[in-house]
């Protein structure tokens, strides 16, 4: 329960965070503005609703250690319409 409650939520939140990451190294690199992890994260949405057992996908959601596929894909999009961040500055906040 301990393990539920205090690093589960952190390890979802450093999967947004390398998400970020990897949409601003897209942009460093020239690769386009990163909106292409949208479309994984959608594939990614698809494929556990078609393997979904009775329950559903997301009604054990809170046990998971990573965000859902459409809250990744949400977020990646704000970001891109955003703009993004300095990698390097996002990683300095973090300390």
Same mark, same amino acid.
């Given at each position: 329960? /301990?393990?539920m409650g205090l690093f589960r939520p952190r390890?979802?939140?450093q999967e947004?965070?390398?998400d970020h990451i990897g949409v601003e190294l897209c942009r460093i690199a020239g690769l386009g +503005? =990163?909106?292409a992890a949208i479309s994984v994260f959608k594939c990614? +949405?698809?494929l556990e609703a078609a393997a979904a057992g009775p329950f559903g996908v997301k009604a054990f959601s809170f046990l998971s250690t990573h965000p859902t596929p459409s809250e990744r894909?949400?977020?990646v999009a704000v970001q891109c319409r955003a703009g =993004? /961040?300095?990698v390097i500055a996002a990683?300095? =906040?973090r300390r």
């Open positions: 329960m /301990l393990e390890s979802r939140e947004f965070e390398a +503005d =990163g909106s990614f +949405d698809a894909a949400q977020k =993004g /961040l300095d990683a300095r =906040g």
